[in-house]
T-cell receptor
């Protein structure tokens, strides 16, 4: 069984400030972890993923995430927020036993203030 | 490539009506799935298919049917619509090749927004 918890359903940051979106997971097998972004009235777009190897993963649009096994976390960060980053962000996990079945967190709505 | 396409984009149904949400992909992906998205609940898996002729239930399958007669298409049928099925529905597909990582990136369609009155 696997689950994902995203802390904070709404996060607001000022333009140029650090973005930190939190994700904690539980998985009975080594996890594969994903961050997706959803812009208004659109589908989901993959930002980045962790499978194996390097624990610091870089994605599109300047985002990165670090897999910390000891903390069961996969937090998403971006050094400097841009207005275009305003969207909803979803963390997801899949396990090696059913690698294509994703379990999603409840999402975090990011607002970027001018 | 069009990727994953879904029709219709919007639909309003009355309670008890039936309908089919269409999903197609042109990437020759074996794995396809349907999710529903509800506020504050993220996306939940309804049904999935690992290839033509093979389907299985996800987390929330009640009230929905699927079939997979071709690699390209994976329609979702609502047998008798209920207000609880008001949601945004996403279809996704993924490759059978993972580049040795064991992970399969999923590609999502644009969604169908369904309202049941």
């Amino acid at each position: 069984a696997q689950s994902v918890t995203q802390l904070g359903s709404h996060v607001s940051v000022s333009e140029g400030a650090l973005v930190l979106l939190r994700c904690n997971y539980s998985s009975s097998v080594p996890p594969y972890l994903f961050w997706y972004v959803q812009y208004p009235n659109q589908g989901l777009q993959l930002l980045l993923k962790y499978t194996t190897g390097a624990t610091l993963v870089k994605g599109i649009n300047g985002f990165e995430a670090e897999f910390k096994k000891s903390e069961t976390s996969f937090h998403l960060t971006k050094p400097s927020a841009h207005m275009s980053d305003a969207a909803e962000y979803f963390c997801a996990v899949s396990g090696s036993g059913s690698a294509r079945q994703l379990t999603f967190g409840s999402g975090t709505q990011l607002t970027v203030l001018p | 490539n069009a990727g994953v396409t879904q029709t219709p984009k919007f639909q309003v149904l009355k309670t008890g009506q039936s309908m089919t949400l269409q999903c197609a992909q042109d990437m020759n992906h074996e794995y396809m799935s349907w999710y529903r998205q509800d506020p504050g609940m993220g996306l939940r898996l309804i049904h999935y298919s690992v290839g033509a002729g093979i389907t299985d239930q996800g987390e929330v399958p009640n009230g929905y049917n699927v079939s997979r007669s071709t690699t390209e298409d994976f329609p979702l049928r609502l047998l008798s619509a209920a207000p609880s099925q008001t949601s945004v529905y996403f279809c996704a597909s993924s490759s059978t090749t993972s580049g040795g990582t064991g992970s399969y990136e999923q590609y999502f369609g644009p969604g169908t927004r369904l309202t049941v009155t």
